[in-house]
């Protein structure tokens, strides 16, 4: 099975991708959840108990489907909403009256959206942590003839799982009304992590399979030892997406931004991991990279690379 001389393939519909994801953050972006926005914190307090979901149904059912809502007891709850008028804050309570019963309205609160900063500070940890990346996989991988070339295309698979991941994200966001909340960053974060552990399997194959000495030819080193973590690959990511799936499905809309993002990043990491990243190393070996661009490849150089 000779993965590796297919990788063109794979680099192709990596480019496929990329331009889908870069198109639709370019054209859709990604909407913000009111969580990320500053809005009204009202205090509600019924004279007589109140069903959580019977009342998020109906606070949903009066247009406030993306409200936040804390129960306090069984009779309070605290309902964080996006910016409403007064008009508009009367008319909510005369309908929660309508539903439940006599109600008090013991707070109303302007919140200036207290995690505003937040997706620029993910986008931030985001860069830190594929510049920690970098810095590991190139120490870890010291001992081989070119260590920077490993912690660059390890680092390169990840940017391209995130960029991947966000962008199919805001496409099935812009059709199906998603928001990004701060499940929608921890996910992001999560798939980072992973992605990097599925790569460094591959790359640690490959430094063993260079230390045994088992050919002289690059792509021959680095296509065995895809195929020798394929199984593991594969199983691994096939366990997790069965865990996503199950809580997707039966854990409900309150992680759902979580799930999809792992589902996504999940089968993209995956991807990156086997078929791009050592793609990307026999590239760089074979001085390929011209050929990107259409121009001839540099002759790779024998042992020294």
Not at 102 to 129: C, H, I, K, S
Not at 247 to 274: E, H, M
Request: charged share 15%; net charge neutral; glycine share 8%.
């Amino acid at each position: 099975m000779n993965i590796i001389a297919r990788r063109y393939w794979f680099f192709l519909i990596s480019g496929v991708l990329i331009i889908t994801a870069i198109v639709s953050l370019a054209t859709f972006g990604l909407k913000s959840g009111i969580e990320f926005s500053a809005g009204v914190r009202l205090t509600i307090r019924f004279d007589k108990p109140v069903d959580y979901s019977a009342f998020q149904q109906e606070i949903s059912k009066l247009g406030y489907s993306d409200a936040i809502i804390q129960s306090v007891g069984n009779s309070q709850f605290i309902v964080r909403l996006k910016q409403i008028t007064d008009a508009q804050t009367a008319d909510l309570q005369t309908a929660l009256t309508t539903a439940f019963g006599n109600l008090a309205l013991q707070a109303q609160e302007t919140t200036p959206g207290a995690v505003a900063n937040t997706p620029r500070n993910a986008a931030v940890a985001v860069g830190v942590a594929l510049v920690g990346i970098l810095i590991y996989v190139t120490i870890a991988f010291r001992k081989m003839p070119q260590p920077f070339r490993f912690g660059v295309c390890s680092v390169i698979a990840l940017f391209h799982d995130v960029l991947v991941t966000a962008g199919l994200f805001s496409l099935f966001g812009a059709i199906l009304g998603w928001e990004i909340n701060l499940m929608f960053i921890t996910g992001i974060l999560t798939i980072i992590g992973y992605s990097i552990n599925n790569t460094i399997v591959v790359f640690d194959r490959i430094r063993e399979n260079e230390t045994k000495g088992i050919s002289n030819d690059f792509e021959f080193i680095v296509n065995s030892s895809v195929v020798e973590t394929l199984g593991r690959s594969f199983n691994t990511s096939i366990t997790v997406l069965i865990t996503t799936l199950a809580l997707l499905l039966f854990v409900g809309t309150t992680i759902q931004n979580f799930a999809i993002v792992l589902l996504i990043g999940n089968i993209v990491g995956t991807y990156d991991s086997v078929f791009v990243a050592p793609g990307l190393l026999v590239v760089w070996d074979k001085g390929e990279w011209g050929r990107f661009v259409g121009q001839k490849a540099t002759p790779a150089v024998a042992k020294g690379r």
